[in-house]
């Protein structure tokens, strides 16, 4: 009687399993990205074909398979930034340019807040040099006036004998956030410049 025996397995195919078992955790690491994110992954034919990535079954993952796993799977935090309602106001004329951010309170009462940022510059040939560069970080505004869609404030980073006194005065256009207006430069030198300004109201 001719008796069949279990053929033990050759070492070529017992390697073939190890390998395939090691692709298998790569394999299952990758796909743990995140759903946005899509991953290439070569077909039969060597073409990429880009696969979603979806959460893997639980399985043991190997070596390289489980540190490529927590590199794709780590958690991300993002931080919304709070809304800040403000004015942002810039002037390039020949004898001033003015880059100015004024933030408001966030309660939409309207009022001023602290936090202005911006630049002054006078160019005009009747200005000292030492007088023609000002700083508007941290300052606040002389007077204010924010009523409806009309927008005033008054910079006066100098007063007395040393005045610099800028006036902007600008309307919101309906259901926009652009504003246009005038503005008024006055300073102890007997400088007077005038023109346009336009505002972003937010």
Same mark, same amino acid.
């Given at each position: 009687?001719? /008796? ?5 397995? @050759? =070492?070529?195919? &017992? ?6 078992r ?6 299952? &690491? $990758? ?8 991953? =290439? ?6 073409? &990429?074909?880009?696969?979603? &990535? ?8 190997? !070596?390289?398979?489980?540190t +490529?796993?927590? *590199? #794709?799977?780590?958690?991300? /935090?993002t ?11 810039? $002037?390039?004329? /020949?004898? *001033?340019?003015?880059?100015l951010?004024? =933030? +408001?309170?966030?309660?939409? @009462? ?9 630049? #002054?510059?006078?160019?005009? =040939? ?8 000002w700083?508007?970080?941290?300052? #606040? ?12 404030f ?7 004998? !040393? #005045? ?22 006055? /300073? ?10 336009a505002?972003q109201? !937010?």
């Amino acid at each position: 009687m001719h /008796t069949n025996h279990p053929t033990p397995s @050759s =070492p070529r195919r &017992a390697g073939a399993t190890r390998q395939s078992r090691d692709q298998a955790g790569i394999h299952d &690491a $990758v796909m743990c990205a995140l759903v946005r994110f899509s991953i =290439p992954r070569p077909t039969t034919r060597g073409h &990429a074909s880009w696969v979603p &990535a979806v959460v893997p079954k639980a399985r043991f993952l190997r !070596d390289a398979g489980m540190t +490529l796993g927590f *590199m #794709l799977c780590a958690p991300t /935090t993002t931080h919304a930034q709070p809304y800040q309602p403000s004015i942002a106001c810039r $002037v390039a004329d /020949t004898n *001033m340019m003015l880059e100015l951010y004024l =933030p +408001l309170a966030k309660d939409n @009462s309207g009022n001023v807040a602290r936090g202005m940022r911006g630049e #002054l510059q006078i160019n005009h =040939p009747k200005m000292a040099p030492q007088r023609r560069r000002w700083n508007l970080d941290d300052k #606040l505004p002389a007077q204010f006036w924010n009523i409806g869609n009309d927008l005033k404030f008054r910079l006066m980073p100098a007063a007395g004998e !040393d #005045l610099v006194d800028l006036v902007v005065e600008v309307q919101r256009r309906a259901q926009s956030a652009e504003a246009t207006g005038t503005f008024r430069l006055v /300073t102890a030198e007997g400088v007077r410049v005038q023109g346009r300004i336009a505002c972003q109201v !937010d």
